[in-house]
């Protein structure tokens, strides 16, 4: 039975990644409500439902638009995949229980976050502030021990990151500092400091491999916010054991 019940969440995940790549993709653009259905972004041709199912139409029409033949974005189906597994992932762990809702929230929060921000070096405040009040009633229904930890964990987030932007001068942008606080109530006081850490040093990791095969420049403006995504998730799934483990182990 858990296994139809992991396929289920796949599947929902991928088409619900489907409508977070759009998301993504127009609300920056001020577009998400505009009334013209799905087009390619090279000849505007119109998408049949057959172009638009989740991650089977990229591969059948072999990431190339049917009508101009020009090569389709990547980031489509891998955010769906992304979307799919992340929901599966999260029934697998926490199973039927209200923190479902949380997790799910937070994943669909993470698929928009990482199309806008990878296109357009952009967090949209409409975004969070969408999520915002989703995060704060679960952390009612659910709350974490001890139950200040979410407020603390906001406000440190928020402060850490304006205080990093004031000194670097604008080397982190405004958008990681609200998803950050954002994510403080979430995640508490120690798992947002816990997923701050770890997105840096993703973030430090993935820049040298990608300085090192010439992908990116020295000093060329790259996005945080996938950075904070992975380890927000990192911190939320495993955050608790690696904590205990470090504090066993070093105290």
């Known amino acids: ?3 139809f019940y992991l396929i289920y969440f796949f599947i929902i995940g991928i088409i619900f990644g489907s409508f977070f790549n759009v998301v993504g ?22 998408l049949s439902w057959y172009e638009l199912i989740p991650v089977f139409s990229y591969l059948i029409q072999m990431g ?7 090569s389709i974005s990547p980031i489509y189906p891998v955010m769906e995949l992304v979307t799919g597994v992340l929901f599966a992932f999260s029934f697998y ?13 937070m994943c669909s929060l993470y698929s928009i976050i990482i199309v806008s921000d990878l296109k357009y070096m952009l967090i949209p ?6 999520f915002l009040p989703f995060f704060i009633v679960m952390r009612i229904i659910v709350p974490l021990d001890p139950w200040w930890s979410p407020v603390i964990g906001a406000v440190s987030a ?20 609200k998803l950050l606080a954002l994510l403080g109530i979430v995640l508490g006081f120690q798992g947002v400091l816990l997923a701050f850490l770890l ?3 993703y973030g430090t990791i993935i820049s040298i491999a990608l300085l090192s095969m010439k992908i990116i420049k020295r000093k060329e403006p790259f996005p945080f916010g996938p950075f ?24």
């Open 93 to 105: 762990t926490l199973g039927f229980q209200w923190e479902l809702l949380t997790a799910l929230f």
């Open 158 to 177: 928020y402060l850490l990151l304006a205080l990093i932007i004031i000194v670097s001068k604008g080397g982190m942008g405004g958008g990681d500092m």
């Open 64 to 70: 190339k638009c049917r009508h101009c033949r020009k």
């Open 1 to 3: 039975m858990q296994t």
């Open 199 to 201: 997105a840096t040093l």
């Open 228 to 251: 904070i995504v992975l380890g927000s998730l990192t911190s939320y799934f495993f955050g608790e054991n690696m904590i205990h483990w470090y504090i066993t182990t070093f105290f």
């Open 25 to 46: 993709l127009r609300v920056p653009e001020k577009k998400m409500f505009e009334s013209q259905r799905s087009y390619c972004p090279h000849c505007h041709h119109t």
């Open 125 to 130: 405040n409409r975004v969070l502030l969408f």
